[in-house]
């Protein structure tokens, strides 16, 4: 299971990476696996708030469609239209070609509750 | 079965050639000369259509060579969990085809008509009693129509008591995705409530939910994991004290026929799947039909025309102020609607209750046969389907998904996989109530056949299906490039 360790994770499987005074966001290696090929991304418009915890858009696969939980709240400044046409991408770049928003985040504390790489695996891997 | 390479018909074509020559008219074309005024220009062709040209002959063994491809409940078992793939009687066919049903026209006056509208009278009385509602509407087209007519219903009647903020519908996270898209599409936030460590709905979190918020609750009983929610009265009293009312989805109803019923659990909306629990045939996408009964209080709100009594005349009532309007053209799906109807009087009150006690029987029969060779996420008495989770035969490195597609190759249709969610590896089974013990159990050594194929040779199962017309499809490419149309090329 690839997990970098620069980056935060979510207990609905998204990863946080800080960027300055932005945070990009998109799912992880160990979702899109168990998720399958993926078909269709859904997600927010630029401008839109979003908020912890609560759903910003889904992801659907040949199995079953999943909602995308917020690890944290703010507001989305850039949408990765790309996975409208190529949303394979989830599955074969999930830390890098499809990244999902890039968000301001409202509250930095939140990053700070997010998971580590260790953390993240150890959760995961409990059966 | 051997690959055998089929052509479509339109790849079948040869000019000139033809299945029927209709006789001339015996009447002038009049109207046709009339078209260009009848419509605008930009909506009338020139050239002739495209249509495939082919010999009757052709014709009928094309079509007879595709149904061979088919797989129905008549040629093989079809234990896909949550569609109750029972056997139709051949006898509703029949009473479907009596002229008298087959050739009215639902314009007819409603004096040629009242033998029709007598069957959809009593349909609606007979759905009212099995579950315990007030007044049924015949007008839903199948299941999810009938959840949309319910909430509108349902936010109707808060709206007429000036109760507009009730926006909310809790919905929990085993439910049918219907319900949520159903609760979306009817203006209302669907909210989930979780499910506890029993499979069934944590009310400690459903109290925490319910509130001045609340328009709904929606549920399935028994739920999508084949478990009977036996806290439905309480249930019933959280969302009762605080304003919301209990929408029933009834695509689980083949496990309480004549046993219990959801006006007596407290529900106030309620939704049949005739075409699953009533026996209409649906395994080539229907039509369905998707009767909602409602209680008292929700009545002026059904939508209309409602079907009344008026000196020994049935009539139809557009004098509805309240009603949220028609849901569909004309009376519903009349023909399934007449199949449930004739299911009904065959079966009678004590067949009903039959078919739901075979149908628990036959479900727990087969858990229990299953169960040492899979994982069980919850090992209880089920209802009429079970959840089994393919956990230990992905650790194998052979999924769900794999393990369906082998069990295509002994001609069973595979369960419903991947559902309900929150169970890992999913496989959901129902067997019904029709199957003979034999059946089962030929599926079930089959099923243990494929178990120890996953751990002994995995490569068997993850390349299957062997034996069928096609291998395994790109069903991703499928759904991310869409070819929708035929091109000539």
């Known amino acids: 299971m690839n997990l970098p360790k620069d980056l935060k994770y979510s207990e609905e499987h998204e990863w946080v990476k800080t960027e300055g005074e932005k945070v990009r966001i998109g799912i992880t290696d160990f979702a899109q696996s168990e998720l399958g090929d993926i078909v269709f991304v859904e997600l927010p418009e630029v401008g839109d708030e979003i908020e912890a915890d609560e759903p910003f858009g889904s992801v659907e696969s040949v199995k079953t469609v999943s909602e995308l939980y917020a690890p944290l709240s703010g507001k989305v400044v850039e949408v990765n239209e790309e996975l409208d046409d190529s949303p394979e991408f989830v599955n074969e770049s999930p830390y890098d070609k499809a990244w999902m928003i890039v968000v301001e985040p409202s509250n930095e504390e939140e990053i700070d509750e997010l998971m580590s790489a260790d953390e993240y695996e150890e959760m995961v891997s409990e059966d | ?489």
């Not at chain 2, 006056?109 to 009278?121: D, H, I, W």
């Not at chain 2, 309480?256 to 939704?271: E, K, N, Q």
């Not at chain 2, 209750?353 to 087969?366: I, P, T």
Request: hydrophobic residues 35%; contains cysteine; glycine residues 8%.
């Open chain 2, 1 to 489: 079965m051997k690959t055998i390479e089929m052509p479509l018909i339109f790849e079948r074509s040869r000019p000139g050639r033809v299945a029927y020559s209709l006789p001339d008219s015996d009447h002038s074309c009049e109207y046709e000369a009339e078209l260009a005024n009848l419509l605008p220009s930009e909506y009338l062709r020139d050239e002739e259509p495209e249509l495939p040209e082919v010999s009757e002959l052709q014709l009928i063994r094309h079509y007879t060579a595709l149904s061979t491809r088919n797989h129905g409940v008549d040629s093989g078992f079809y234990p896909l969990g949550s569609c109750t793939m029972k056997y139709n009687p051949k006898l509703n066919e029949d009473v479907a085809r009596l002229p008298g049903f087959a050739y009215i026209h639902p314009y007819q006056p409603e004096e040629q008509v009242q033998g029709a509208l007598q069957v959809m009278y009593d349909l609606a009385q007979s759905l009212a009693e099995i579950t315990g509602m007030d007044a049924v509407t015949l007008q839903p087209a199948a299941g999810a129509q009938g959840e949309w007519a319910g909430l509108m219903m349902i936010r109707a009647f808060h709206e007429a008591k000036g109760e507009t903020a009730r926006t909310k519908v809790i919905v929990p996270d085993s439910a049918h995705g219907t319900n949520p898209a159903s609760a979306t599409v009817a203006g209302f936030d669907p909210v989930t409530v979780r499910t506890d460590e029993r499979g069934l709905v944590d009310l400690e979190h459903l109290r925490e939910l319910a509130g001045e918020d609340t328009a709904a609750l929606m549920l399935t009983n028994p739920n999508t994991l084949g478990l009977f929610e036996k806290d439905i009265v309480e249930m019933a009293a959280i969302i009762h004290e605080a304003g919301g009312k209990l929408y029933y989805d009834g695509a689980n109803s083949n496990a309480i026929l004549g046993i219990t019923r959801p006006g007596d659990m407290g529900f106030d909306v309620v939704h049949l799947n005739l075409h699953k629990t009533f026996t209409g045939p649906h395994g080539g996408g229907g039509p369905g039909s998707g009767p909602v009964g409602v209680k008292e209080d929700l009545i002026p709100f059904l939508p209309k025309p409602v079907l009344v009594k008026k000196e020994d005349m049935l009539t139809w009532d557009y004098e509805r102020p309240q009603s949220i309007g028609r849901v569909k053209p004309y009376h519903g799906n009349f023909g399934i609607n007449l199949r449930a109807y004739t299911y009904i009087r065959t079966m009678g009150a004590q067949g009903l209750k039959r078919v739901s006690e075979d149908a628990v029987l036959n479900a727990n029969y087969l858990m229990r046969q299953l169960q040492p060779y899979f994982d069980l996420p919850y090992d209880t008495v089920c209802m009429h389907e079970f959840v089994l989770s393919g956990k230990r035969q992905k650790k194998a490195g052979v999924s769900t998904l794999d393990m369906a597609k082998r069990l295509l190759d002994f001609g069973y249709h595979p369960p419903t996989i991947y559902f309900p969610t929150n169970v890992e590896e999913c496989m959901m089974i129902e067997p019904t109530e029709t199957e003979a013990k034999e059946t089962l159990d030929a599926f079930a050594e089959v099923m243990i056949q494929i178990a120890k194929e996953a751990v002994e040779e995995p490569e068997t199962v993850k390349q299957a299906p062997h034996h069928t017309a096609v291998r395994r499809l790109d069903e991703a490419l499928a759904a991310r490039k869409p070819v929708l149309k035929y091109d000539r090329g």
